[in-house]
């Protein structure tokens, strides 16, 4: 950490300054040029990050120099995390994320009904997916709109996956439901408007089940990685971040797409990263190009919502594809990840 000090900062003031970091356990270098004074911080400043430095009389600015996170860092860690999913049935394969493999995770929004979700299941998993999504529980902007079957919704998730043998992800809203879900899920889905809920964070993170955690509307990617360190710190070290689009002034979209948060996370963390970009855009003619671009940048996997019906779907029918579809973009994504080095 640099302290930069007022060019009027007297003696006195430097001294108090550098007496209060010393005191919080840290040492410092006191470099004095001709027209400012700086002050290098010496030791993890992450110490001292939630201090109030700049309410220090004498001090003008202060600039960190390591990043906030720890666990979640390339630095801490320089081996890609890799999360291995068990079989679901014996003989089964297992899944792993994070390796030379991008995994495909569809289906559709919402559970809406038992037979819909087996369709849809046994769709996906015959084209190349290798995990199942479906919400139970929705976080939906109106009250009014449908919210989810809830407990049923996650009774025909259990039944689906041990009929048809595929690992499934579902979304966790509520920290009274983390366990209940857990028992379910093979992956639990923290939902964009919860990246920031804390609580629920140190739940999934004292948890035992992987965990996929969406970025926020308006989230950066330096918070998307402190929420992820949130569930690291509780001890769960097996984290994916995921990239569903962010909100800007742009409309032609219901997101815009941030697919530079793929190498920007990648250069930052060894946490695998996926791309959702059904939320991320919202229409689903733009689903397959930015699922082609998703890997291309390098995502570890990609998320996409599935339906055999989007115009009577009772949740994201405008983004979802058709299984046709769905398809065809699985062909295509093969060429991309062959292109980039991966498979499919
Ligand atoms: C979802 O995956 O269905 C969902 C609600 O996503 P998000 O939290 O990214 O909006
Ligand atoms: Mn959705």
Request: charged share 25%; net charge neutral; glycine share 8%.
């Amino acid at each position: 950490m640099i302290i930069v000090l007022r060019r009027d900062a007297t003696e006195e003031q430097v001294g108090h300054l550098v007496a209060t970091i010393r005191g919080w356990g840290l040492t410092t270098h006191v470099s004095r040029g001709t027209e400012r004074t700086i002050i290098g911080v010496i030791g993890d400043e992450r110490a001292i990050r939630s201090k109030p430095l700049e309410a220090i009389p004498g001090v003008e600015s202060v600039m960190a120099v390591l990043k906030p996170y720890k666990l979640a860092s390339l630095e801490f860690q320089p081996e890609r995390t890799r999360i291995r999913i068990p079989a679901v049935k014996p003989g089964g394969a297992p899944v792993e994320i994070g390796g030379p493999s991008v995994v495909v995770v569809a289906g559709p929004c919402s559970v809406e009904n038992r037979d819909m979700l087996f369709d849809m299941a046994r769709v996906i998993r015959g084209a190349g997916a290798k995990l199942l999504r479906a919400g139970a529980f929705k976080p939906r902007t109106s009250p009014y709109a449908f919210q989810g079957l809830g407990v049923e919704g996650l009774r025909y998730l259990a039944e689906v996956r041990a009929e048809v043998g595929i690992p499934i992800i579902t979304e966790v809203m509520d920290t009274r439901d983390v366990e209940m879900i857990a028992e379910v899920a093979d992956i639990l889905q923290i939902g964009a408007r919860n990246m920031q809920n804390f609580n629920l964070l140190k739940a999934v993170g004292r948890c035992r089940k992987p965990v996929l955690l969406k970025r926020a509307l308006a989230g950066t990617i330096e918070e998307l990685l402190m929420s992820a360190e949130y569930i690291l710190s509780e001890g769960n070290r097996e984290v994916i971040v995921c990239e569903r689009g962010i909100r800007t002034f742009e409309k032609a979209t219901r997101n815009t797409l941030d697919i530079s948060a793929v190498p920007v996370i990648r250069r930052e963390s060894h946490l695998p990263v996926f791309v959702d970009p059904s939320h991320g855009t919202g229409v689903w003619p733009l689903v397959a190009p930015m699922a082609l671009a998703a890997v291309a940048a390098g995502a570890d996997g990609i998320m996409v919502e599935v339906h055999p019906n989007p115009e009577q779907a009772l949740s994201d029918g405008p983004q979802a594809l058709l299984p046709k579809t769905f398809e065809k973009m699985m062909k295509d994504l093969q060429a991309v990840a062959q292109a980039v080095g991966r498979t499919l």
